[in-house]
């Protein structure tokens, strides 16, 4: 089943930190690249952060270090550490795989982070 479930965005302070999961299942966390987005209140979805299936992570540069990549293997489970967050990184996130074999892009449903103070 070609699932995609993120979790763990919330409320937090400027400066305060987050930790998003998105869950998929193993077959497509062993074989593609996956990636997060967001989508700021108005504003078109951008690219935020992507890991390969050997680990090599690429990042927007409005991360400026803040935000890192990372794989659990054990849960098939791409997660994403944002730190010193500000209030312009308020969005919703979404997990993102091109799936070759179905030949569509897969989009989690999203999850809601909002930094204010």
């Known amino acids: 089943q070609v699932q995609l479930v993120e979790s763990g965005g919330g409320l937090v302070q400027p400066g305060g930190s987050l930790r998003l999961s998105c869950a998929t299942s193993?077959?497509?966390?062993?074989?593609?690249?996956m990636d997060w987005y967001r989508q700021p209140p108005g504003k078109q979805r951008a690219f935020v952060a992507s890991?390969?299936?050997?680990?090599?992570?690429t990042y927007a540069d409005f991360t400026e270090g803040r935000f890192t990549i990372s794989r659990d293997s054990a849960k098939n489970t791409v997660l994403l550490q944002m730190n010193s967050l500000k209030p312009e990184d308020t969005a919703v996130y979404y997990c993102?795989?091109?799936?070759?074999?179905?030949?569509?892009?897969?989009w989690g449903q999203g999850t809601q982070v909002t930094v204010s103070s």
């Open positions: 993102h795989v091109y799936h070759h074999v179905i030949g569509r892009d897969l």
């Open positions: 193993r077959g497509i966390f062993s074989t593609y690249t």
């Open positions: 890991i390969d299936i050997g680990g090599g992570a």
